[in-house]
Nanobody, 118 residues
Framework: QVQLVESGGGLVQPGGSLRLSCAVS????????TSWYRQAPESQRELVAA???????NYADSVKGRFTISRDNAKNTVSLQMNSLKPEDTAVYYC????????????WGQGTQVIVSS
């Protein structure tokens, strides 16, 4: 059974920081690109950041220089360090794993809410 369990969301003031984590089980982690997406109310889900097994990263322009994605291949976890948070970062954040070795299976977590507000 594949599971992606996010944690670390919450309420933070503008300029603050949060660290999201996603614990993954039930897959061969090294076969998957891992990503963070977010969805704000009445908006489409958008890619925030992605990281390959080898450590190559990709970021949305809106978060470059503020967010850092990382993964621990030994622990099957992927994290998103979010600094200098802005109200427009408010959204539900989702972890995703996509197979890039065998087929193209995708798995999503249940999401964790991030609210940036004073």
């Amino acid at each position: 059974q594949v599971q992606l369990v996010e944690s670390g969301g919450g309420l933070v003031q503008p300029g603050g920081s949060l660290r999201l984590s996603c614990a993954v089980s039930g897959i061969i982690f090294s076969e998957y690109v891992t990503s963070w997406y977010r969805q704000a109310p009445e908006s489409q889900r958008e890619l925030v950041a992605a990281i390959t097994d080898g450590g190559s990263t990709n970021y949305a322009d809106s978060v470059k220089g503020r967010f850092t994605i990382s993964r621990d291949n030994a622990k099957n976890t992927v994290s998103l360090q979010m600094n200098s948070l802005k109200p427009e970062d408010t959204a539900v954040y989702y972890c995703k794993c996509r197979n890039v070795v065998r087929g193209s299976n995708e798995y999503w977590g249940q999401g964790t809410q991030v609210i940036v507000s004073s």
